[in-house]
């Protein structure tokens, strides 16, 4: 059975950090493509930021310098490191698992940043 399932989400002032984590199990973790995706009230869902399976980063430009995202394979979890927060980070923030096939996704976590 496949799973993905964040924790690390909270309330946090307007410049401080977080760290986001999403456990995986029912798949090969490090084959795939591992994702974090955001959604804010009334707002499409958007990508933030991704890991290859080779360790391979990109992001988001809204969080370019901000935020970093980390794989560790032998605890099949994937990692976002988000300092520096700002009222517009306010999201769910969802962890999704990608390969050429099959795309699953978490059931997210609520990141709120306010003071």
């Known amino acids: 059975q496949v799973q993905l399932v964040e924790s690390g989400g909270g309330l946090v002032q307007p410049g401080g950090s977080l760290r986001l984590s999403c456990e995986a199990s029912?798949?090969?973790?490090?084959?795939?493509?591992m994702n974090w995706y955001r959604q804010a009230p009334g707002k499409e869902r958007e990508l933030v930021a991704y890991?290859?399976?080779?360790?391979?980063?990109d992001y988001a430009d809204s969080v370019k310098g901000r935020f970093t995202i980390s794989r560790d394979n032998a605890k099949n979890t994937v990692y976002l490191q988000m300092n520096t927060l700002e009222v517009e980070d306010t999201a769910v923030y969802y962890c999704?698992?990608?390969?050429?096939?099959?795309?699953?996704w978490g059931q997210g976590t609520q990141v709120t940043v306010s003071s």
């Open positions: 999704k698992a990608q390969s050429a096939w099959v795309t699953y």
């Open positions: 029912g798949f090969t973790f490090s084959n795939y493509v």
């Open positions: 890991i290859t399976a080779r360790g391979g980063t």
